[in-house]
């Protein structure tokens, strides 16, 4: 068939790689001029780097499995990075069990509750059983209120403000259900991974086309579907799979406003990468456990990949999830910085700006779902009202939202759905 993609993502770069070596035409058309979507990269000190945070857990085979087939297993290199919270001032280490039982804001009781209820969700295997209850009332309930107000409640509060109340324990279960102590990356960044799928996929007769933004799907006959781009480019495929957000799916399509797709609510991700000449958090991840502060998490990703690939700079993302009309996505970048910079000095007193030798910023729009209980019942089919349109965007990898795993895992799923491989 002759098949066309939007997306160059995880999702839409996968689907292509398997529909080439099905023997299919391939055409992915990618809005922006780089491959990866969210794993898209910059490059600093001539190595590439994710524009926002990005490593994978031993559990997650799909995307293990890919890039083993792609030739690059003996680069992906699994580590065991700290972590840390940052709570009333002080930085406190949350990496091993036993610091977890030793944090300072758990009483005896509390640690116990923490660590039961952390190991009973690493059991549970259908994390759908807990779609109809919100992740606060089934922690106070079971972890309890100690651990729920000191650990839990201030990181849903932090990543989605107003919206914590409603979060389902579904989406909870998948976070912690999925981790693993030990985390991978692939040397020299993701970014190989999407040159090798890009690569493979032209190897096999296929394209990806840039600066290719959606401006419309029709399905005027029922023998294939037509797809313009802003730029005015239109294109005929036999078989279309669309990876965009939803609303931008819907949006192109020109679905009625009373469509499932139309209704799920997603928060918008901002995220700085700080070139640094030193350190400024003794972890990979911490946990900014106190919802006053303007971002989420700090990460300093040279605790986990040495420095000397990125020209011996220490690299530090400071990342936030918002609604798109706040103001940590609407201000300017430079002003942005200017007001995180009080709140990293409470982090580090030590910090200083001067300490910043380059900085880049990144915002999507569309970013984070916002899973709610009756999410589940929100989520559209892959097939759409277009026989020829298949849907696969991170809304539908539920109860898991987001990961290149999953997106992975999709991909293979959609391409056999319709034929593709």
């Not at 999702?11 to 080439?20: I, K, S």
């Not at 979507?37 to 600093?44: D, F």
């Not at 699994?78 to 009483?107: Q, Y």
């Not at 116990?112 to 295997?125: C, H, I, N, P, T």
């Amino acid at each position: 068939m002759n098949l066309g993609i939007i997306g160059a993502g995880a999702t839409g770069l996968t689907a292509a790689y398997d529909a080439v070596k099905a023997g299919h035409d391939v055409t992915v058309l990618e809005a922006a001029d780089e491959l990866g979507g969210l794993a898209a990269s910059i490059e600093v000190g001539g190595t590439p780097l994710e524009r926002y945070y990005h490593h994978i857990f031993r559990s997650d085979r799909a995307v293990i499995e890919l890039i083993e087939e792609l030739g690059l297993g003996d680069d992906l290199r699994f580590h065991r990075p700290t972590t840390g919270i940052f709570r009333e001032g002080r930085l406190h280490p949350f990496s091993t069990p036993w610091e977890m039982l030793r944090f300072p804001a758990f009483s005896p009781l509390d640690a116990v509750r923490f660590a039961a209820s952390s190991a009973a969700l690493k059991v549970v295997r259908d994390g759908e059983r807990f779609n109809d209850g919100t992740a606060l009332a089934w922690l106070r309930r079971w972890a309890g209120h100690g651990a729920t107000r000191s650990v839990w409640e201030p990181l849903l509060r932090g990543k989605f403000g107003d919206r914590a109340d409603e979060i389902s324990m579904a989406w909870l279960w998948a976070r912690v259900h999925s981790r693993t102590f030990e985390l991978g990356y692939v040397h020299g960044g993701f970014q190989r991974v999407y040159a090798a799928l890009a690569d493979a996929v032209a190897t096999g007769g296929g394209k990806v086309e840039f600066g290719k933004r959606l401006a419309s799907i029709r399905q005027p006959e029922t023998d294939h579907v037509t797809v313009t781009t802003e730029d005015g480019s239109s294109y005929s495929f036999d078989q279309l799979i669309v990876t965009t957000p939803q609303p931008v799916f819907a949006e192109a399509a020109g679905l009625p406003e009373d469509s499932t797709v139309w209704r799920n609510q997603y928060l918008g991700a901002t995220c700085f990468v700080l070139e640094l000449d030193r350190s400024v958090i003794p972890y990979y991840w911490l946990n900014v456990n106190d919802t006053e502060f303007p971002f989420l998490a700090v990460v300093e990703h040279t605790r986990m990949v040495d420095r000397s690939e990125y020209g011996g700079k220490h690299i530090v993302y400071v990342g936030n999830y918002v609604p798109r009309d706040d103001w940590r996505f609407t201000t300017d970048p430079a002003e942005l910085l200017d007001a995180y910079l009080p709140w990293l000095r409470r982090v580090n007193p030590d910090f200083d700006r001067s300490w910043i030798t380059g900085w880049r910023f990144s915002r999507a729009p569309f970013a984070q779902p916002v899973v709610t209980p009756g999410y589940r019942n929100l989520i559209p089919a892959h097939s759409t009202p277009m026989s020829r349109v298949t849907l696969a965007t991170m809304a539908q990898i539920y109860p898991h939202d987001r990961g290149q795993n999953f997106a992975v895992a999709m991909a293979h799923r959609v391409t056999k759905m319709i034929g593709a491989c």
